[in-house]
T-cell receptor, first 113, second 112 residues
Framework: DAMVIQNPRYQVTQFGKPVTLSCSQT?????MYWYQQKSSQAPKLLFH???????NEADTPDNFQSRRPNTSFCFLDIRSPGLGDAAMYLC????????????FGPGTRLTVT | QQQVKQSPQSLIVQKGGISIINCAYE??????FPWYQQFPGKGPALLIA?????SEKKEGRFTISFNKSAKQFSLHIMDSQPGDSATYFC???????????FGKGTRLSVIA
């Protein structure tokens, strides 16, 4: 089945220790998104790629970076995680021209100790 | 202008009843209004969506009602079941490569 895959599902990191979350997709969608979702809140868009064109949200902290080496993969790098970065991180994809129909992965729950 | 206001924050409905969740928006440029369903520990899943050229869209037990003049849209879940217990998010966007704007979510509990 075509899908959006996130690894790992659960990640524990230490305060200040860099961490990378990964997302892959078999949908061959042009657009990939990273969202942060804290408990009982809506997903908050961090950035998105339209093909290789990177779009950063204005209020995304500099601590968060992203890489998209090819169509299928996208990575979220948190350079120096703080306690406030503990959250669910969601990857989503959509087709060019139908960017509103987003397909979400299952998420990675990040714990910062 | 970019906000989507969603209510109620939480909702408890008896099995077999109708669940109604409401959203309101300000930006008249919005032209796509989806609803997402999210179960605990899972990513949101697209449930149903509507565009402003229709006033209602139905898929099974799920119906979106859209009121363009009032800038409001709502999700109705008929014959609500315990398996419908989840968090529901409304969202909106406008044409182009603009991202979705999400409401704050409604936690629905359907009790037997």
């Amino acid at each position: 089945d075509a899908m959006v895959i996130q690894n790992p599902r659960y990640q524990v990191t230490q305060f200040g220790k860099p961490v990378t979350l990964s997302c892959s997709q078999t949908l061959n969608h042009n657009v990939m998104y990273w969202y942060q979702q804290k408990s009982s809140q809506a997903p908050k868009l961090l950035f998105h790629y339209y093909d290789k064109d990177f779009n950063n949200e204005a209020d995304t902290p500099d601590n968060f970076q992203s890489r998209r080496p090819n169509t299928s993969f996208c990575f979220l790098d948190i350079r120096s995680p703080g306690l406030g970065d503990a959250a669910m991180y969601l990857c989503a994809t959509s087709r060019a021209g139908q960017v509103r129909e987003q397909y979400f992965g299952p998420g990675t729950r990040l714990t910062v100790t | 202008q970019q906000q989507v206001k969603q209510s109620p924050q939480s909702l408890i409905v008896q099995k077999g009843g109708i669940s109604i969740i409401n959203c309101a928006y300000e930006n008249t440029a919005f032209d796509y209004f989806p609803w997402y369903q999210q179960f605990p520990g899972k990513g949101p899943a697209l449930l149903i969506a509507i565009r402003p050229d229709v006033s209602e869209k139905k898929e099974g037990r799920f119906t979106i009602s859209f009121n363009k003049s009032a800038k409001q849209f709502s999700l109705h879940i008929m014959d609500s079941q315990p398996g419908d217990s989840a968090t529901y998010f409304c969202a909106a966007s406008y044409s182009g490569n603009t991202p979705l704007v999400f409401g704050k979510g409604t936690r629905l509990s359907v009790i037997a």
